[in-house]
């Protein structure tokens, strides 16, 4: 078996109302140049000659995308390591082949299927407290037990907007991301004293630059503080120094199960992040999940449905949770028609 080509099929797929920013709560910066809806995916596919396909997907980005494809034609899909590739572009694509290959869902190339299905937490961005109630609402209308809301202490509305939130669906755990915008410990317990009545999460409150901040957060209030990690290291000291109550893991892969795996060892739950993708990223991101047995607080994996259209056939995400499938590979399918009719004609 040899791969004989590879395609690529450049995607934009707009947002649904009510979860980006509104114009007052709009920040355009060097890594994000333009609204969230003009964001562009790659989709992905590897050819063989025995007519099997891999599918993969991009990260989002902006404009114009080099296309430098891998130099994989003429090679056999089992030659490659599935350990040596990593998330993202045509290895994805890569990974989803090898496992429809030898028959196995991609968990278990992940090293196993720990759980059937993932917690999944509902996603907004920065806007008013009439808006994430809105919000809050559909969320819980749809099967969600958690939202996840990105905002800033200079917003001016947080405990306005929670307040709001719980009173349109007092069920869901609310996780706040700031990015780091809650500056100080004082500033961040101040927060907490308004709302920790609630079922709260506070996802990186402030910068990582002294673990003992977020041991004094920790010690001193009933909110969830959980950090947005980037490495093992990192993890390593955060579990060390007994400073978290979760972690929002950020790599996708093996570097996700190895982040996993360390936080188990000091009994703390860890979620899968996300760029607020498209499906098929989504479903890469979900097998990873599946084979840590302590992911188990509510993944970032939205960008399948808030959306206008994940681009695959079936909906990853139901009542909350994404149901982690047994067929080989990602176990999903593209929507082709969606796919033509999201494609960017250039």
Sequence with gaps: MKITHLERTVCRVPFLPGILPAPEYEEMTSSYPESL??????V?????????????????????????PPDLIGKNPLDFEPRS???????IALLDLIGKIIGWPLC???GGKFQDRILVDYWITRMGPEASAAAAR?????????????????????????HAMHEAAPELRIVLDPGHHFHTVEQTLELARQIETYDIVFEDPI???????????????????????QNPQQVIEAVHLEAVDGINVAPSDWAFLDMARIAAAGGIPVWQASNV?????????????AAAPNCTLGSDLCGNFVHEHSLLAEPLVQDGYAVVSDKP???VELDEEAVERYRVKE
């Excluded at 993708?277 to 999940?289: T, Y």
């Design 277 to 289: 993708d498209l499906g098929l990223f989504d479903a890469f991101r979900m097998h990873a999940a």
């Design 138 to 162: 559909r969320a819980a209308a749809e099967g969600f037990h958690g939202i996840k809301i990105k905002c800033r202490l200079e917003d001016g509305n947080v405990a306005e907007r929670i």
């Design 37 to 42: 809806d003009q964001r562009r995916h790659d």
């Design 85 to 91: 590739l990593g998330g993202g572009s045509y290895q």
């Design 108 to 110: 278990r190339l992940f």
């Design 207 to 229: 910068a990582k630059d002294d673990w003992n901040d977020y041991r004094r957060l920790k010690e001193e209030t009933s909110v969830l503080i959980c950090p947005h990690l």
């Design 44 to 68: 992905l596919r590897i050819h063989t000659d025995d007519g099997r396909t891999g599918i993969g997907m991009s990260g989002p980005y902006f404009g114009a995308q080099a296309d430098n």
């Design 329 to 331: 590979g990602l176990g």
